[in-house]
Structure formats: structure tokens, C-alpha cells
């Protein structure tokens, strides 16, 4: 059907148009819905449900009317998707239907659990048609991108697009195609995810990767003694390091320098987002470039922002370190700046995990990981304050683990759920598709398998190291064999992960922590949960409960026969572990918050509406393994 629609929509621009506000308005609505009942911003105890279980009413008392939701359904980890309209119900008996997510929030406005900041409704709605707008935009530019597709992989005689990039580009280009190609729906919990206040539609189609974006980085010049470098063991020297990374731009960088006056060895190369210095760092930083601190010249390097938008992979047929930027956009939660924790903790918890890996038995099979081998920060010499380096830093990401000769696929799981050019199905179909059959017995034995790769590693680092993952769908890739069998989890993005040091060092290992005043911490030594939400919200809810709700409602498999898949392959690796866990009380109260109590996720649309003034807000989800039993 889906198909279908897009011809039909490449051959009349006015349909295309209309389709794509509609679908635009239904995920908005989807999101919007789901995240208000989940939050119990509204309370789901207070739907009315019809005998067919599809049609609901909930009564806003406050203003006597009533709204109709056309065609709701209930999921696991009590997750409303709705499929259908909502209408308006007065106390005359008139109904009219709500056109966008804006009425909706004015509609329930008065039946909120919460409070929301004096200026917190004003910027939702902001935020709301924001992403709208760019929601449309995106797949506007999805219809002629796939219709390229579609013609391509017919041409190449390719089974599919995963194939087709195969075929057709080094390994790491055609990671990063997929990853461009996930960026398109964004988080799933997300109400606004697509906004991107300040830039202009010009400005989202040439830098977002949901467009398929070249973006160009500038090699400016940071003063040596302003710059605070943190680096892993095998590193060496950051001038070194660079110059045998970047060998081209290393010289022309210097030779820049030369040029200018200026002696290499006083200064340190710091990439930035064209855009930042612009529209960002020439006004806020004019001080540190009139005294000879910053230096905004220098060469530049053409890149593929990642959909993490500010995590660029130069654009070379031969690997480069991916480099990771700030850029002052407010994206989703916050303003993507760089901050002094992810310079000093990345390279030292890659480090670390490294070591790990290299000695554990249980992970090298299992795991692998993108280390952050560099980090650099704007840092005074006199006071040390690396505050303002928010917007000045750079850490660098290797990628040795897409650069594969050994015929492992690397998916992105954000790629995995999102709709592929050749038949509009989840991309995670074509590798199911892959071994011939695609019964539910075949699916069902797929997640299983899915599930375990995923799974056994996470539980793994933070049953016995106290490490938690943020496995979410952007952080996330899965490496899978010709055959499309998954075989390992490939993880990424250190900065912000939480640990607990009493495990650690139970195995004789010490991470230095990072504190600094109005930064959260991540290392934590007295209270886990922190760390274990980490990981359910990450892991379970973000990643392996959407699997679990595509792959349910793509091959329709009733009930919860895949959330008691879930249950089993958890089980099964607290089982597996246990021999290793030096506490039995502590396993216990382990597997009874993963598999029994309510799983604790963050309250998004909540720190939105009280305009981010705590950034641990969380709310409990029903737990669906408990439920699957």
C-alpha cells in the first residue's frame, strides 16, 4: 500500500503534498498521544474504551467536553498508539475533529497532572509546528531520494537497499548511508522531534542528515596553552594523533599557520561546524579572536553529519575518525553543546571498556565498541574554567569498527525501524527476508536472536562493571552476517555513560571520575538506580520495545509473543551470570527491576512543558515482561 501511495505521489506533486501533511500530522499526533498517557500527564485510568478495545473516550472534566480518540490501541508497557482521529465532544452535543497537535495540547491544557512553566505551553506549540514544518520538508526530500533509490537498486539487480549500499560503497560509507537514512523519525519518545528553533528551512535541509547532507568543517586553531586534552593510552600526543589521522589537512593546516605569522607548535587544530562559527562563534567569541586565543581560519574538510546531527564522518573513501562538534541548535532536550565531561570521559571510559573487552571472554564475541580516542576543550590557563569550552571542543570517534573485512553488516538501529526506499517496509525486513522465509515461527526466531545479541553484552558490562550503555536506537548498531543474522552489538557515545564504582572496582578497576559544579555527574558509588535506569530506558524501553512493537505490527503477531521473547533472553543472561555476581542480594534486586517492577523511562514532554528545570525527571512504565510471563 505504501508503495503505491508514493508512486502515486511522485506523479502529482499537489497529492504528494497533501499525503505527506497528513502523515506528517499523524506521527506528530502518535507521539504526542503516546507521550501524554505514558507520563500520566493525562491519566489512562480515566479513558472510557469501547467493547471493540480500539475506540476511547477521556472526559476533560474542566471544561466539560469529551474527546474521542477514533481508533487507539493499547501495548506493552502500557503504550497507546493512536491510529485513527481524535474529535471534540461539547456539553451541547457538537463534535468537531482536532487538525493538528496544537489543539490537542490546547484541548487537554486544562486536565494536566502538572504545572507547566509560565512559558512552557508557548514553546511546545512553538516547538510542535517547528517540527511539523521540518517533518514535511524531510519527507518531501524522502519521495525523489527513494525514487533514486528504486531506480538504482533495479538497475544494480540489488535484493534491497542494505544490498544495494553493499554493492556499491566502501563498508563505512554505506554505514553511513543507513545511518543518514534512520535519522528521518527520530527519538521515539520525542513530541517535538523534528524541531530545530533558529534555523531557517534552508538551513535544516543543507545540514540535517535526514536530507542527506555534506556539511563543511573548518580546521581552526586553538592556542596550546587554552586547551585542555584528554586522550586513550594508545593515542600519543594530539599533534601526532592528528597528523597521522588527517595527514592532508595536518598540512595544510600548518602551512596555513606559517602563512598567517603564527608557529605551529603554539597552537593545537580544533575542528568546527561552519555553521557554529558563522552563525555562532565569530559574535559570542569576537574577545578570544581579537586576542590571539582562536584562531577561525584554516582549511576545511567536506563531512556527513551523522543523525546525532553534530557527529560528522569525513567524507573520504578512505576512513577517518568521525569528529564530533558542538553546534549551538537547540535540538530535542537541549542545546547541543560539547561539555568538559564528555572531553575527560570519553577517551577514559573507552580506555576502559577496551580493557575490559580485550580480558572478558563472554564479551569479545558479543561486543564491540567506537573508541572516543581524543578529546579537546577550550580551558583558561589561569582559572580553569572550561564552562565557555562548551562551544569551543572536539572529540574524535574511530571507526576501525565499520571499516569491516569480514562481511559483518553494521546497521544503526534507527535504520533498522525506518521505512526502506524499495517496498516502504522496515529495513529490518530485508535481512529477515534474507534467509527465505519470513513466517511468524522465522520472525519469532530472528528476535530471539536479536534480542540476545543485544542484550547479553549490556547485561554483561553492567550486572559485573557497574557500565551502563546507552543502547538507544541512535547509539546503537547491530552487526549482522550474509545470512541477515544478527551477531554483535556495536556501541558508541561515552561522554554522558553512567557508571557505579563499587563494581568496578570489586574487579579491580578505578575510572576517574569527572565533577564539576552545574554538570550532572555520571560516575555514581553509592545508589545504582541511577545507573540501572540508564540502561532499562536506553536498552529496553527506547530500543528493544520498539523492536518489539515494528516487528509485532509488520508480520502481525498477536499478544505478547515477543515481549515473551524478551522476558526469556533476560532471564537467560541473569542465569548465565549469576556464577559471576559476588552478591546474591544484589542480583536478585537485579533481575526483579528488570524483569518484575515498572521500568523507569524519562519524562520528556514533562521536562519540555517545565522547560527543563531537572533533567532526571522519569515516570514508570509498565513492566511488559512482567506482563508477558
Given at each position: ?433 534474507r534467509n527465505g522465509d519470513e513466517s ?52 558508541k557515545d561515552f561522554g554522558d555513560g ?124 509498565p513492566n511488559p515482561l512482567a506482563e508477558?510471563?
Amino acid at each position: 500500500m505504501q508503495e503505491t501511495m508514493m508512486t502515486k505521489a511522485d506523479a502529482d506533486p499537489k497529492a504528494c503534498d497533501a499525503w505527506l501533511r497528513a502523515d506528517a500530522s499523524r506521527n506528530a499526533f502518535g507521539r504526542l498521544v503516546r507521550c501524554l498517557f505514558a507520563e500520566r500527564l493525562l491519566d489512562p485510568g480515566a479513558l472510557l474504551w469501547a467493547r471493540d478495545g480500539r475506540q476511547a473516550w477521556f472526559p476533560v472534566w474542566e471544561t466539560r467536553r469529551v474527546l474521542h480518540f477514533t481508533d487507539l490501541r493499547r501495548a506493552p508497557a502500557g503504550t497507546l498508539q493512536n491510529r485513527g482521529h481524535i474529535e471534540v465532544l461539547d456539553d451541547t452535543g457538537t463534535c468537531h475533529r482536532i487538525d493538528d497537535a496544537a489543539s490537542l495540547i490546547a484541548e487537554v491544557a486544562p486536565a494536566l497532572a502538572i504545572t507547566p512553566a509560565q512559558d512552557g505551553l508557548e514553546h511546545l506549540l512553538r516547538d510542535l509546528s517547528d517540527s511539523m514544518r521540518n517533518d514535511v520538508l524531510a519527507r518531501c526530500h524522502r519521495e525523489s531520494w527513494s525514487a533514486d533509490l528504486r531506480r538504482d537498486i533495479a538497475a544494480a539487480g540489488a535484493s534491497g537497499f542494505i544490498a544495494y549500499l553493499e554493492r556499491s560503497l566502501p563498508p563505512h560509507l554505506a554505514a553511513m548511508a543507513l545511518d543518514q537514512w534512520g535519522a528521518l523519525e527520530g527519538h521515539p519518545f520525542y513530541p517535538t522531534w523534528k524541531a530545530k528553533p533558529g534555523l531557517s528551512p534552508e538551513d535544516v535541509r543543507a545540514l540535517s542528515p535526514e536530507f542527506g547532507a555534506r556539511v563543511r568543517l573548518r580546521i581552526s586553531a586553538l592556542r596550546r596553552d587554552w586547551a585542555y586534552v584528554e586522550t586513550m593510552p594508545q593515542a600519543g600526543s594530539y599533534p601526532d594523533w592528528f597528523s597521522k589521522n588527517f595527514p592532508g589537512l595536518w598540512r595544510d593546516w600548518t602551512e596555513g599557520l606559517k602563512a598567517r605569522g603564527k608557529s605551529p607548535d603554539d597552537w593545537l587544530p580544533l575542528p568546527v561546524h561552519r555553521w557554529h562559527l558563522d552563525n555562532f562563534l565569530c559574535r559570542e567569541f569576537e574577545a578570544e579572536i581579537a586576542s590571539g586565543v582562536f584562531d577561525p581560519d584554516g582549511p576545511e574538510i567536506m563531512t556527513l553529519p551523522s543523525m546525532s546531527f553534530r557527529t560528522m564522518l569525513p567524507d573520504t573513501q578512505e576512513p577517518r575518525p568521525f569528529i564530533k562538534l558542538p553546534v549551538a541548535v537547540w535540538l530535542t532536550s537541549e542545546q547541543r553543546t560539547l561539555q568538559a565531561k564528555s572531553i575527560h570521559m570519553g577517551p577514559r571510559l573507552s580506555a576502559l571498556i577496551s580493557d575490559i573487552v580485550a580480558k572478558e571472554e563472554e564479551l569479545r564475541g558479543r561486543l564491540e565498541i567506537f573508541t572516543e580516542e581524543v578529546g579537546m576543550i577550550l580551558r583558561h590557563p589561569e582559572t580553569g574554567d572550561e564552562h565557555p569550552g562548551r562551544f569551543l571542543s572536539v572529540v574524535y570517534r574511530n571507526t576501525d569498527s565499520l571499516a569491516r573485512e569480514d562481511g559483518l553488516v553494521p546497521v544503526a538501529v534507527a535504520a533498522l525501524l525506518t521505512a526502506g526506499p524499495a517496498d516502504g517496509r522496515p529495513l529490518i525486513c530485508e535481512l529477515i527476508a534474507r534467509n527465505g522465509d519470513e513466517s511468524e515461527a522465522a520472525v519469532r526466531a530472528f528476535f530471539r536472536a536479536y534480542a540476545r545479541t543485544v542484550i547479553r553484552p549490556t547485561l554483561t558490562m553492567y550486572l559485573l562493571y557497574g557500565i551502563a550503555f546507552e543502547a538507544h536506537q541512535q547509539n546503537s548498531t547491530v552487526l549482522f552476517g550474509p545470512a541477515g543474522q544478527p551477531q554483535k552489538l556495536l556501541i558508541k557515545d561515552f561522554g554522558d555513560g553512567r557508571s557505579f564504582a563499587p563494581l568496578l572496582e570489586e574487579r579491580g578497576y578505578h575510572l576517574k571520575p569527572f565533577s564539576q559544579k552545574g554538570i550532572l555527574p555520571t560516575s555514581f558509588d553509592k545508589d545504582i538506580s541511577l545507573v540501572r535506569s540508564f540502561v532499562i530506558d536506553a536498552c529496553f524501553v527506547c530500543h528493544l520495545h520498539e523492536m518489539a512493537l515494528c516487528l509485532s505490527e509488520q508480520y502481525e503477531i498477536r499478544g505478547s509473543g515477543l515481549w515473551r521473547i524478551l522476558r526469556e533472553e533476560t532471564a537467560a543472561a541473569f542465569d548465565a551470570l549469576r556464577p559471576r555476581v559476588s552478591s546474591g542480594m544484589f542480583w536478585q534486586q537485579e533481575r526483579a527491576a528488570f524483569l518484575e517492577s515498572p521500568w523507569p523511562t524519562r519524562s520528556v514532554l514533562r521536562m519540555h512543558l517545565e522547560r527543563y528545570r531537572d533533567y532526571r525527571v522519569e515516570h514508570d512504565l509498565p513492566n511488559p515482561l512482567a506482563e508477558a510471563e
